[in-house]
């Protein structure tokens, strides 16, 4: 099947080949994606191969990613592919966050059950397979936690040099001591996401090094397998709503992309409308999609969901595309919103980081019509912080500004003697 990559620009749509290492189009400057020639596609043959290939024991077809590669046929030899087994996370449902979102149910889509605790895995097995394709020999990113840990995993799995740049002091411990234990070679830069992700892609493009952040247009097509995945999972059956955090908004942008071709290739005879949360201190897009005029980067996001603490997402365009064509909604949430939902999504058994938990307070926020069918995505694992868990359940928590964060659903643990008797007396 051909593959080429193509200018995301309305005005532009200039072609490339598929093995050009660019990240935006060298003639406008416009975003990039993936593009292909889907007409020997056929939806109902290939839902029935998509469900024997769980049933395999062959790497790339027990891989929640590439069980879907038709679907993003960009490689001409699977041999490229690294597979830590990523996808295949579950559909859980909740009551009481349900309850909470004043919903009838909720269905959390949880890709923090990833080999590296979080949705980026769908991605980073797809741009690795690229880099290896490419011939690369090293690859690079910025990262508030979840893309390090997950590129120098499948960058050291492949053979690959990985090289990761953190914004000094805001990544979590978790986070980092995966990057370090997978083999990372990691620098602390003082700067915030958006200045690194700048210098980032100055050291790539003058050494000759594979950039794997989301504006990788590859990485985008890994990360449409999770609403494949979730669609498969839900025997093709379209929810109303699906809610996600928003940070760089490549997921966004990633899910919008997969949903319209599996649309338009006769998978599911509907879309359903994403709607996008971010934390109320890291809001461009919210602030812009107000009134659509001016896309203002915020200079000093901030917001303890480090993960979506980013003020100059790059994909804002393919977002702001797909919000568009699926009537989506874009939200912000407080840092007391995201902490309180978090403990409810905790209280359900299911647990998750706070940027995850940004999409519970939205759709409590949003006040959905209860008959909704909803899917929330919790993008990454509950051990991400534990700092934020203890200190909130102890009340402890603060805002970045200093602000208590009550804990309104808190489980401080109760310190007590070496004594039967007084415990028992406590319970
Ligand atoms: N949720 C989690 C857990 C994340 O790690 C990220 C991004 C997002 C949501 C936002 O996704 O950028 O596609 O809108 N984390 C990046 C990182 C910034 O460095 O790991 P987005």
């Known amino acids: 099947m051909q593959s080429w990559l193509s200018c995301f620009n309305p005005a532009c749509r200039v072609h490339f080949d598929i093995h050009d290492v660019i990240y935006n189009c060298p003639k406008c400057g416009g975003l990039l994606e993936t593009q292909y020639d ?22 790339l077809e027990q891989s929640g990613v590439w069980r879907y590669r038709e679907l993003f046929p960009f490689l001409d030899d699977y041999a490229h592919v690294v597979t830590l087994r990523e996808g295949n996370t579950p559909l859980l449902q909740s009551t009481r966050a349900a309850a909470y979102g004043n919903l009838k149910n909720i269905a959390f889509k949880h890709q923090g059950f990833n080999p590296t605790g979080s949705f980026k895995d ?24 979840n893309t390090s840990a997950s590129m120098a995993a499948y960058a050291s799995a492949g053979g690959l040099e990985p090289l990761i740049f953190i914004p000094n002091g805001n990544i979590s411990y978790g986070k980092l001591a995966q990057a370090l234990e997978y083999g990372a070679k990691t620098f602390q830069v003082d700067a915030n996401f958006d200045q690194i992700l700048a210098l980032v892609r100055i050291l790539t493009e003058r050494l000759g ?58 998978f599911i005879d509907r879309l359903p409308r994403l709607a996008v949360i971010q934390a109320a201190g890291a809001s461009p897009f919210y602030e812009y999609m107000k009134d659509k005029t001016n896309f ?25 595309f797909e919000i568009e064509t699926t009537n989506g909604l874009v939200e912000s949430v407080t840092e007391q919103e995201i902490a309180d939902a978090k403990a409810i999504i905790g209280q359900s058994g299911i647990g998750c980081e706070p940027a995850s938990a940004a999409t519970l307070a939205g759709i409590r926020k949003l006040k959905l019509d209860r008959e909704a069918d909803v899917v929330a995505i919790l993008t990454g694992n509950v051990l991400k912080d534990p700092d934020y868990i203890y200190r909130y359940h102890t009340g402890q928590l603060k805002g970045p500004d200093g602000t208590p964060i009550t804990a309104n659903y808190g489980n401080a643990p109760i310190v007590v003697p070496n004594d039967a008797a007084r415990i028992e007396a406590l319970l």
Request: hydrophobic fraction near 40%.
């Open 38 to 59: 889907t007409t020997c596609i056929d939806a109902a043959i290939l839902k029935r191969t998509f469900r024997e290939r769980r049933m395999s024991n062959e790497p």
């Open 122 to 145: 769908n991605g980073m097995t797809a741009g690795v397979a690229q880099a290896r394709r490419l011939g690369m020999e090293r690859v690079a990113c910025v990262s508030t936690g």
């Open 209 to 266: 090094i594979y950039l794997l952040n989301s504006i990788n247009p590859f990485r985008i097509e890994g990360q449409k397998s999770i609403v494949i995945e979730m669609m498969d999972q839900r025997d093709w059956k379209v929810p109303d709503w699906i809610v996600l955090p928003g940070g760089n908004l490549g997921n966004v942008s990633a899910f919008g992309k997969g949903l319209r071709e599996l649309h338009a290739l006769g």
């Open 296 to 320: 203002i980067p915020q200079h000093h996001p901030e917001t303890l969901a480090t993960a979506i603490k980013i003020g100059d997402p790059v994909s804002w365009p393919k977002a702001q």
